[in-house]
């Protein structure tokens, strides 16, 4: 057992550090250590004694009781609050090792499944469209931002953060195989949200514009990958369904031989999540369950997959 879990703290290491060289470094200036001792306990010559497991642990948010799998009635969640308009280094690091994980995946999980049932559209959708990512933005500050409201003209992501948005947009579609269940009123709620903010005078008649085009652009891309049922970028595997009862919030999880993860979206543009194999596996089910008050309108299905996306371009034309 104590090997088992100590594996699975040097596998979490590696995580943040894929490269032995990068993690040695990094061990080296947290723990004020030399070069050869940091190596010493990545090879597990000599373990790291538990004042240091503990400073890695706060440090690097590692969690250790899900590593030691502590057998009681809890679940662990973590929640990262991200600042999207003043990111830290931190929140880039962890945002670039994000984006190399996806860029990797099929070395490490071949057999990734990804799923998630929305109410508003996937990050990993409006990434790709600058105007709706910037609206997304926009809604988020001024929700959570305690200062004065911003208009849409300041609602912009510092460059790297957008750099690195795009990249993610790219990197996530590696992916093996991709479950969308969008709610059935999805791009009402975007539409009247829309019109909110335009009413309120923090979106203007040209950005209300730049936005429209964006979102007619985001539908002919997605109905390309609907009838594909796949992403034209890679080939991974896509299925889209669609819901016909009422979704609260946006659900998902990674599943695979590997690597077994569920979220919860939480405060907009964040995320609550866990690894606890237990609720992993419920989540699975329940989620999978949702398909049968879905209809499927990639690949099969082509009068409803036409009748819903020429619904969808007349609701924006509405704007």
């Known amino acids: 057992m104590n090997n088992l879990w100590y594996d699975s703290f040097i596998e979490a290491l590696y995580k943040k550090y894929p490269k032995k060289s990068k993690l040695a ?35 690097w948010d590692i969690s250790l009781d899900e590593i030691v799998g502590i057998n009681s009635r809890s679940i662990i969640f973590k929640l990262h609050l991200w600042n999207y308009l003043n990111p830290s280094e931190e929140e880039l690091n962890d945002m670039r090792t994000l984006v190399r994980w996806f860029e990797t995946i099929n070395d490490h999980h071949p057999d990734m499944e990804y799923m998630e049932i929305s109410n508003r559209l996937p990050r990993m959708l409006t990434s790709g469209f600058p105007y709706v990512h910037r609206f997304h933005l926009l809604k988020w500050m001024y929700q959570y931002n305690n200062e004065q409201a911003l208009p849409f003209s300041r609602a912009i992501y510092t460059e790297r953060m957008g750099k690195l948005s795009s990249a993610y947009y ?49 539908l002919d891309y997605m109905l390309e990958v609907a009838v594909k049922g796949c992403w034209p970028e890679t080939g991974k595997k896509v299925n889209l369904y669609i819901s016909y009862v009422n979704i609260d919030t946006n659900y998902g999880y ?52 036409i009748e819903f996306f020429m619904k969808q371009r007349k609701l924006v034309d509405t704007l």
């Not at 949200?193 to 979102?215: A, G, P, Q």
Request: hydrophobic share 45%.
């Open 25 to 59: 470094e990094a061990l080296m200036d947290l723990l004020s250590i030399e070069k050869e001792s940091a190596y010493r306990r990545i090879r597990k010559d000599i373990l790291f004694p538990v004042q240091e497991l503990v400073k890695i642990a706060s440090a």
């Open 170 to 218: 790219l990197a996530a579609k590696n992916v093996s195989s991709t479950n969308f269940i969008w709610n059935l009123m999805l791009f009402n709620y975007l539409v009247d949200d829309i019109r909110y903010f335009h009413s309120i005078f923090l979106v203007t008649d040209e950005e209300k514009e730049l936005i429209k085009k964006d979102l007619y652009a985001l």
């Open 254 to 305: 990674y599943y695979s031989g590997g690597m077994k993860m569920c979220f919860v979206h939480a405060f907009g543009k964040n995320e609550i999540c866990t690894v606890n194999p237990m609720m992993v596996e419920d989540f699975r089910t329940w989620m999978q369950s949702k398909k049968r008050s879905s209809v499927q309108i990639s690949e099969a299905d082509e009068k409803s997959r």
